[in-house]
């Protein structure tokens, strides 16, 4: 029985432990000269196509990421951490900022296509959009079957168990391959990039392609309006009696009589 | 009148802070004490009662003095709260909360250094705090004034991946580190268990589990940005340099570390970096003995294995790391062990150590180098402090944290643990056995506070024990509040005086960090 070739997304975002700023014309978040990393669900993505890799159920792992010159540092990530290939689909930061998960969508369907791909494996979410959109997106436009939200894989026979976090507890689904599966926090803890790995990953072959490549038109559908700071707490006020209490509720209006 | 009852509160003061230091004052006259003390105070409200008073000296942080400290820093980075003074009057130590006067957040090093001239014009006691995590009571404010909290500026400033080291300030925590540097293949091992900021770490010359093959602060500091009591920023190895060995001038990098905060406020360090190693594997041994086990630790390092941990838990220890973290562990001495290397140096090493441990009588040799299984043997591990506390629900640790030359170790652990049978206490031994090293968490309950002076006996014993085998009282807590007394034994009186003379050189107003270290 042969591998499964597996393709895995990997945006680029803003890392997890920074502290985000809306920029001054409000019309999106302070990007320039922070720091930036692979979007957590994804290098849990990435890990777990490795690991297939390693228990010898897959056979290839493609890494892709689509968007500015920066995603390569992205890629070489994932193969050091175990990718064997990348394809990084080069967009414009002025374009790539305006995407949505459609766009990403249509572009994985055509290289998961064109790849002979059995099984998508993306985050759940990417941690600055978080829509939780494109792997679903993804499994629609293929017609392919979906599990998202994975905490547990398991691959049997032609077909993958897939346990899913749900909101009432755990759902264990078996999906026929190939497939689309999202990835959630519990499924896996990622292994960091050795520095022997990073030196190997520099030789891995790496793609460069363009959305008109897989004619995908990714002109966007949205327009942001602004960005806004959530509004700043402010300090309570202590009460003396009830009476006060209602009296204050009622000023608020938050109360009907 | 006034004058009188100043007196009076003076007199009570000092006796308050000398009476747990006289013979045979008990509980009862401590408490009586303490209460005299708030009733005379001048209306001052809500003091509790397991606070001790510093009232005398706050007299120096007047209302004025705090504007001066608002018009430095801004009005929201200055707080008198008594919850915001709580949470900073006190570490993950047994001590008792000591409360500052007031607490002030640096956002920049001209802050530190203002805040500092500010408090050395006035004599008012300055007292830096990182991450809050000490074990031995290093931030208490034993004399009142500012704690002067630094774990704001949490910026990396720069990581130089080819050269193994980086630079960050006084806020980020060593796991912050690591996490930003993760896609560079490094990382920073000085492990001490707690999440500590790293210029905390150089502060108290921390070290960990990781100690045996990585070294402790002492060896990975490469430069820091000190802030003196003056006010005067400098760097200890000059401005931007980080060259990995100097022989320029005096070692002042390594006289910062470790003082405590009681020459300077460390705003920033230069430290190395190690590569992430390629394999890791992690393997835990039982033995039926103390002396079994701790014997297998020399004959490993004299065997020259790079094992990269090689922690031990006694019974004891193996019995409340079951208990808390939900493992099923054989309840017996107990080795974990970790080798680092490429996977087949690492397989080699560990077929070295199995021998050994085998020839000592070692069972139930597990290993294991999944990841997921190796990240819940070591943080179970690093929660053994958590654990012990929480044998006695409601106590802090008293830990101990002798040191000796590792072929004295047997000797030493056996005895003390013929002392706690002795005492009757409860005292699980975890150790840095490949450094000679091992601590006891003792769970202190304030509500039962003869056990204390019994604890504090063994302490006391065991301390003494080690330097009589050529050890020190504190491998890697540090002296702060708890160790003071043992310091003059430790270093003899030329020792302790070489000491106090720097000290007068760099602090001559005595306001950095008073009452740690240095004896009262």
């Known amino acids: 029985m042969s591998g499964l070739r597996v393709l895995v997304g990997c945006k680029r975002v803003i890392d997890y432990a920074v502290k985000i700023r809306v920029r001054p014309d409000k019309m999106g978040v302070v990007t320039d000269g922070v720091k930036h990393s692979m979007n957590p669900f994804d290098e849990i993505a990435i890990e777990e196509a490795v690991r297939l890799k390693e228990k010898k159920l897959a056979s290839e792992v493609i890494a892709v990421s689509c968007g500015p010159p920066q995603c390569q540092e992205t890629l070489r990530t994932a193969m050091a951490m175990g990718a064997d290939k990348s394809i990084h689909v080069e967009i414009d930061l002025a374009t790539y900022e305006k995407m949505s998960p459609l766009h990403v969508a249509k572009l994985l369907s055509k290289i998961a296509q064109d790849n002979k791909v059995d099984l998508i494996l993306l985050g759940k979410q990417a941690i600055d959009g978080d829509c939780n959109q494109t792997g679903q997106m993804t499994a629609a436009l293929l017609d392919w079957p979906q599990a998202t939200c994975a905490s547990s894989i398991e691959k049997t026979n032609g077909d993958i168990k897939v346990v899913k976090e749900v909101d009432g507890g755990l759902e264990t689904v078996k999906v026929k391959l190939p497939a689309v599966v999202t990835t959630d926090l519990r499924l896996n803890e990622p292994r960091y990039a050795t520095l022997p790995n990073i030196m190997k990953a520099k030789k891995k072959p790496m793609e460069k392609k363009k959305p008109v490549d897989y004619g995908v038109d990714i002109d966007p559908r949205q327009k942001v309006v602004s960005v806004e700071d959530p509004p700043t707490r402010e300090a309570g006020q202590k009460l003396d009696n009830v009476q006060d209490l209602v009296t204050k509720l009622k000023e608020q209006g938050l109360l009907t009589s | ?520």
């Open chain 2, 1 to 520: 009148m006034r004058d009188m009852s100043m007196t009076l509160d003076l007199t009570l003061t000092s006796l308050l802070s000398n009476c747990d230091r006289l013979q045979g004052v008990n509980m009862f006259s401590q408490k009586f004490i303490r209460h005299a003390l708030l009733l005379s105070s001048r209306g001052k409200s809500g003091i509790r009662c397991r606070f001790r008073s510093t009232q005398a000296i706050a007299e120096k942080v007047t209302d004025g003095f705090v504007e001066d400290l608002r018009s430095i820093v801004g009005k929201a980075n200055v707080s008198t709260a008594e919850a915001v003074r709580d949470q900073h009057g006190h570490d993950e130590s047994y001590h008792e909360t000591t409360l500052p006067d007031a607490v002030v957040f640096a956002q920049s090093v001209e802050h530190v250094s203002k805040v500092a001239k500010l408090c050395n014009d006035n004599v008012v006691p300055l007292i830096p705090f990182g991450s809050g995590t000490g074990l031995e009571g290093g931030i208490n404010a034993l004399k009142g004034g500012v704690c002067l909290d630094i774990s704001q500026m949490k910026n990396v400033i720069e990581v130089n991946a080819e050269d193994f080291d980086c630079t960050v300030e006084s806020g980020v925590t060593r796991g912050e580190l690591n996490s930003y540097i993760r896609d560079t293949g490094l990382n920073f091992p000085v492990d001490p268990g707690a999440d500590a900021s790293v210029c905390g770490m150089c502060a108290t010359s921390a070290s960990g589990t990781n100690a045996v093959r990585y070294g402790t602060m002492r060896e990975n500091v490469l430069n820091m940005e000190v802030v003196l009591a003056d006010g005067t920023v400098l760097w200890t190895a000059g401005k931007n340099k980080r060259s990995r060995k100097t022989s320029a001038g005096y070692n002042l990098t390594n006289l910062f570390v470790g003082s405590e905060g009681t020459l300077g406020i460390i705003t920033k360090a230069t430290i190395r970096l190690y590569g992430i190693p390629e394999a890791t594997l992690s393997a835990v041994v039982h033995f039926p003995s103390i002396q079994e086990a701790v014997d297998t630790t020399v004959q490993v390092m004299q065997c020259g294995v790079p094992i990269a941990r090689i922690e031990f838990l006694d019974e004891a220890a193996i019995d409340a790391f079951n208990k808390y973290s939900k493992f099923d562990m054989k309840v017996a001495p107990s080795l974990f062990l970790e080798f680092h290397g490429s996977p087949s140096s690492v397989e080699e090493q560990k077929e070295v150590v199995e021998e050994i441990a085998k020839m000592n009588n070692g069972s139930n040799f597990k290993w294991a180098t999944n990841a997921d299984e190796r990240n819940r043997l070591w943080k179970a591990r690093h929660e053994i402090v958590y654990a012990c506390t929480a044998l006695v629900p409601g106590s802090k640790p008293y830990s101990t944290d002798v040191c000796v030359p590792i072929s004295n170790l047997p000797a030493v652990i056996v005895q003390t643990k013929e002392m706690l049978k002795k005492e009757n206490l409860v005292g699980p031994i975890v150790g840095h056995v490949g450094d000679g090293n091992f601590h006891i968490f003792f769970p202190v309950d304030h509500d039962h506070p003869e056990a204390l002076t019994k604890i504090k006996a063994m302490s006391e014993k065991m301390s003494l024990l080690a330097m009589e085998m050529h050890g020190t009282c504190t491998g890697e807590h540090g002296i702060g509040m708890g160790k003071r007394e043992l310091l003059e034994k430790e270093v003899g009186i030329e020792g302790l005086r070489a000491m106090q003379i720097v000290k007068n050189a760099f602090d001559p107003n005595q306001i950095l960090n008073p009452g740690k270290i240095f004896p009262v």
